[in-house]
């Protein structure tokens, strides 16, 4: 229960308190899919066209999951600002009112997805023969993507408070479960594709439980309650939700678009190649989200001292964010080279697709150490409260950048050329992301210690 003082002038040592505990959730985090792609692939004589069904299954996933970041990391950034201006009770209020989002966003979910699954599956790059496997998966996982939302969104004002390392025990709490209830559905039960979705969302139960239960506690900062709710507190948590909304909800639209055009120019190989680009993304997942982890988990510390209009603090923590952000991709850049065939094995026993595979992997690794900047300016304009900014710069990596590249690529190179859009995509939106936010830092700032206005 005891936290770092987020207006604390030992910015480091607090950045590194929030950052580590993040981080190291979100690399958990990453078993939920990876793990449940890993025993998928591994299922005897149809593992690997199972494996591309559940691939096909990631862009709904992680359109769930965008929803819990706009409600969760549109809200927490305004939650820690009320705290910073001493109005505890203001940010109670935008708990209360993010908790009503969640359930309703959820149900809304449920009921769109469950009736359109056969064409937004389709749509998505399934074939005659994957869709089979990716109808079982998302019959089970949309059925429960309340605890998903859930969970992702609550624990996001968990961290807000301060407390990462609650944050991160809500994350492991459903990855170790995943982990152990997998093989037990999958390979005990017989339940194959379907066993592994019980699992997932069984452990996404588990997680929301917790989250629900520590933000009740009467030693919890900010508990959780009802009433309050207000349209316009919830049309603040979504202007500020926008950006981390569309840099997940794109992420939908890049796989999808990746698995149609691997399908198109793969030509009989298709399937094969959606099964590579499920190898693939997957492993960018274990260098992004960690990533992901640092900048939304030092959050809390840019946002509450932007409410306390404390300028100073704000760019000393931005410094230590880049710095973490950047040291970190370094170091995955390196160990990249050593881990690609132990994880690519992992996933497949096919010598082609493993080949194909670690291609992918080391060209998606050309970008990434540049892409450090584009997330921690990026989500550092999201903790200012400059939303405008934040998903100009993401639409920009996304739909300009990345979509473009990935349609023009495979079709004048051929169909491994598609991996070379993500590094062209993330060079040049750090570049973009860096001049930006050198131009416009001085000026947010200094709007902010001139008014006296609450922030909501």
């Known amino acids: ?21 993040a981080m190291v959730a979100q690399f958990v985090n990453v078993l939920y899919s990876i793990v449940d792609r890993i025993f998928v692939g591994n299922m005897a004589e149809i593992g690997d066209l199972a494996l591309a069904g559940v691939g096909v299954c990631a862009p709904v996933t992680t359109l769930i999951t965008s929803f819990a970041s706009l409600v969760g990391i549109g809200g927490a950034p305004i939650f820690a600002m009320s705290m910073g201006e001493g109005r505890n009770d203001n940010a109670r209020k935008i708990l209360s009112n993010a908790l009503l989002m969640l359930i309703i966003i959820a149900a809304c979910l449920t009921a769109v997805i469950l009736p359109l699954l056969k064409p937004l599956l389709m749509t998505f790059g399934a074939s005659e023969n994957t869709y089979p496997f990716a109808r079982e998966y998302m019959l089970v996982y949309a059925s429960g993507c309340v605890f998903a939302v859930l969970s992702a969104g609550l624990n996001q004002f968990i961290t807000a408070q301060g407390y990462s390392g609650v944050a991160m025990a809500t994350v492991c709490i459903g990855a170790v479960t995943n982990v152990g209830l997998d093989p037990l559905f999958i390979f005990t039960f017989d339940m194959g594709v379907t066993g592994a979705a019980a699992a997932t969302v069984l452990s996404q139960g588990i997680s929301a439980v917790f989250v629900t239960v520590f933000l009740l506690l009467p030693k ?10 207000s349209g316009k507190t919830m049309l603040c948590i979504v202007k500020m ?22 399908q198109k120019y793969g ?13 693939v993304q ?58 690609e065939k132990p994880f690519v094995s992992l996933f497949t026993n096919d010598p082609v697709i493993a080949q194909n595979s670690i291609d992918g992997i080391r060209k998606y690794m050309i970008g990434i150490i540049p892409l450090a900047l584009q997330y921690a300016f990026v989500d550092g304009l999201t903790a200012l409260g400059q939303p405008k900014f934040a998903f100009t710069l993401s639409i920009t990596r996304k739909l300009v950048l990345l979509l473009s590249l990935t349609f023009a690529l495979p079709a004048i190179y051929g169909v491994s050329a598609v991996f070379y859009a993500e590094p062209a ?32």
Do not use: H
């Not at 030509?267 to 190898?279: H, K, L, R």
């Not at 930006?436 to 006296?452: D, G, P, W, Y």
């Open 1 to 21: 229960m005891k936290t770092p003082d987020l207006g604390s002038k030992n910015v480091l040592r607090t950045s590194l308190k929030l950052a580590v505990p």
């Open 220 to 229: 919890t900062k900010v508990r959780l309650s009802l009433g309050g709710y």
């Open 241 to 262: 939700g926008l950006s981390p909304f569309f840099i997940t909800a794109t992420d939908s639209v890049i796989i999808i678009v990746l698995n149609a055009v691997v």
């Open 267 to 279: 030509g009989a190989d298709g399937d094969m190649w959606v099964t590579v680009a499920t190898i």
């Open 282 to 339: 997957a492993f960018l997942t274990l260098i992004t989200m960690p990533m992901l982890g640092i900048t939304t988990g030092t959050q809390p510390v840019l946002s509450y001292n932007y409410g306390a209009r404390n300028s100073a603090l704000i760019k000393k923590a931005e410094k230590i964010i880049v710095l973490m952000c950047l040291s970190f991709t370094t170091v995955m850049f390196a160990l990249s080279w050593a881990i």
């Open 425 to 456: 995509a993330d060079i040049a939106s750090a570049c973009l992301s860096t001049a930006t936010f050198a131009l416009v830092i001085n000026r947010i700032l200094k709007k902010r210690e001139q008014s006296a206005d609450d922030i909501i």
